[in-house]
């Protein structure tokens, strides 16, 4: 019988959806829009990818440097980003800035916005369940204006 009741334990852990996050500046939600997710077990793995074509913009009024709060539900285990620059793009050509939110919530001051840009954020949730485990990636575009 304990043996039945562990094993529905983690059937009912593994059921669960992937953990989505909220990011918001200054207590405001920003819209963001999903650009991929991946999801696997020690069997089998499936990836999406959504190519979307309309990434939210959201202008906000603050000071630099921005923070940038992250809230991810249960499950999630890491949040990264990548910042891009739409007016100045990095040399490489890869992000201005990249960072790292362990767990599944806190806050990251970003280093290389400035008011009057464009930024086209990437936000990645890293998550782990019983016998699963995935990322979801988001999209968003920020404006800072002073």
């Known amino acids: 019988m304990p043996f ?10 593994s059921c669960g959806g992937r ?6 500046i200054g207590g405001e939600t920003v819209p963001m829009v999903l650009g991929s997710s991946s999801e696997g077990t020690a069997c089998s793995t ?3 990818d959504a190519f979307p074509e309309n990434v939210p913009l959201t202008t906000v009024h603050a000071a630099t440097p921005v923070t940038l709060r992250f809230d ?4 999630a285990t890491e949040i990264r980003g990548w910042i891009y620059d739409l007016e100045a793009p990095s040399p490489s050509g890869g992000p201005n800035e990249e960072f790292t939110v362990p767990g599944r919530s806190g806050t990251y ?19 782990s369940f019983v016998v699963t485990q995935g990322e979801e ?5 920020l404006r800072v204006e002073p």
């Open 72 to 75: 991810a539900d249960q499950g």
């Open 46 to 48: 499936s990836i999406g």
């Open 109 to 127: 001051e970003t280093r290389s916005i400035v008011a009057a840009r464009t930024y086209s954020i990437t936000v990645n949730v890293r998550w």
């Open 4 to 13: 039945g009741v562990i094993l529905l334990a983690i059937l009912v852990a």
């Open 19 to 24: 953990p989505g996050v909220i990011v918001s």
């Open 137 to 141: 990636t988001h999209l968003f575009r």
